[in-house]
């Protein structure tokens, strides 16, 4: 073997043993190679690496500065190679490693995770994906359409009658508003049975196969249960917030717990400096997530067409061993943006309309209809 050769695999072989991570760094310029090196060094073993005395651990374990760019005035983007052993394989210790101290830095910003396989095929990603939501609700070359049932402090009863509306006018997904949880005037168990008796009513008059994303919330143990009682209560999806809950929690759901796709909520996610991109397209997905709401541009929310695009991208990019997940743009979106929105993302989204439908009163059922058709068009 030439030397060449030797090297290539020594490469490919340290490759699979580390990940990367790539972070917008504000530093002068004569001061950013001595903040790389602080960050590789606070990701990995926190500590002087000079008063490590086993020559493995400085080998194996601890960061290496890969690279650093210049990224607009003041600003660098450093890339941080990781070991994937001290992730553990597991899912809140990845995002440790990646950005756990470095996070309490306020001038510091994760971009970028890039995976070995090995990291990867550890989580799995979506168990359903694209492709299982939509043999879920009968919905192929066509984007999707999808709707929320609020304000919460309705009753269950009201709650229902509203997502029989919704169903008989053809939406894909009925989910619960993030807000709607387990409270006094809408009982988990007791909201659950009517709103999916209600929907599976209506898809037996309509003879379609709308889905209710039921949202799961509180500890651990309680998630687990809800979990259970919306499979046997006949939910054909859940909505889940990664974000309040937990990431390990997400994985563990997807692993352990689930039958049904996972529609992920981005409430709190905008507390962390993390690159919508990154969290709520790749990690999201890699962790399980089906499909992941996220805030489109124009609406409620400041993100911009490229963030919105980076997000989409993500959740459909192509990661060996991983299916595809949905994104569903949402946040403010109305009847009249459905062409907009389809030129923008293509047939692979579902697209979420919530409040603009039952703002309008009395005409709520055809403009449930109405966003229906211009999907389906």
């Known amino acids: ?25 504000a530093s002068a310029a004569a001061d950013i190679e001595k903040r790389a090196r602080a960050i590789a060094t606070e990701q990995s073993v926190e500590m002087p690496v000079e008063a490590i005395r086993d020559a493995q651990i400085v080998e194996d374990i601890v960061g ?13 983007r450093v890339r941080i190679g990781l070991a994937v052993e001290t992730t553990g394989l597991e899912a809140g210790q990845l995002l440790n490693m990646a950005f756990g101290n470095t996070s309490l830095q306020p001038d510091v910003e994760l971009l970028k995770v890039d995976l070995p396989d090995r990291l990867v095929g550890a989580f799995g990603g979506p168990r359903f994906g694209i492709e299982g939501i939509r043999t879920l609700v009968g919905a192929f070359g066509r984007a999707l359409t999808c709707t929320a049932l609020k304000p919460q402090g309705l009753a269950p009863e009201a709650l229902a009658k509203l997502a029989a509306t919704f169903a008989r006018a053809g939406i894909d997904v009925i989910k619960d508003d993030h807000g709607i949880a387990d409270q006094s005037y809408a009982p988990f168990a007791a909201r659950v049975g009517a709103v999916q008796r209600a929907v599976t009513a209506a898809n037996r008059e309509t003879g379609g196969r709308t889905a209710y994303a039921p949202t799961i919330s509180g500890s651990p143990s309680t998630i687990v249960r809800q979990a259970r009682i919306a499979h046997e209560e006949g939910a054909g999806m859940v909505l889940f917030a990664p974000m309040l809950a937990g990431i390990p929690v997400l994985h563990e759901l997807v692993r352990d717990h689930l039958k049904v ?50 997000i989409a991208n993500c959740l459909r990019a192509d990661i060996r061993g991983t299916r595809a997940a949905l994104p569903v743009p949402a946040g403010g979106m109305s ?39 211009k999907v389906r068009q």
């Open 64 to 76: 290496r500065v890969e690279s650093i760019d210049a990224d607009g005035p003041g600003h660098f």
């Open 1 to 25: 073997m030439d030397k060449a050769e030797t090297s290539a695999r020594k490469l490919s072989a340290d490759a699979a043993r580390r990940f990367t991570a790539t972070y917008r760094v």
């Open 261 to 310: 796709p996972v529609l992920a909520h981005p409430a709190f996610a905008g507390a962390l400096r993390i690159a919508p991109s990154l969290l709520l397209g790749k990690m999201f997905r890699i962790f399980g997530a089906d499909a992941v709401i996220f805030p489109n541009h124009g609406g409620r929310f400041s993100y911009s067409p490229a963030t919105c695009r980076g």
């Open 335 to 373: 009847v009249e943006r459905v062409a907009e929105m389809l030129e923008f993302y293509g047939e692979d989204a579902m697209l979420l309309i919530g409040g603009a439908l039952l703002a309008a009163g009395d005409r709520m059922p055809a403009a449930c209809r109405e966003f229906v058709a």
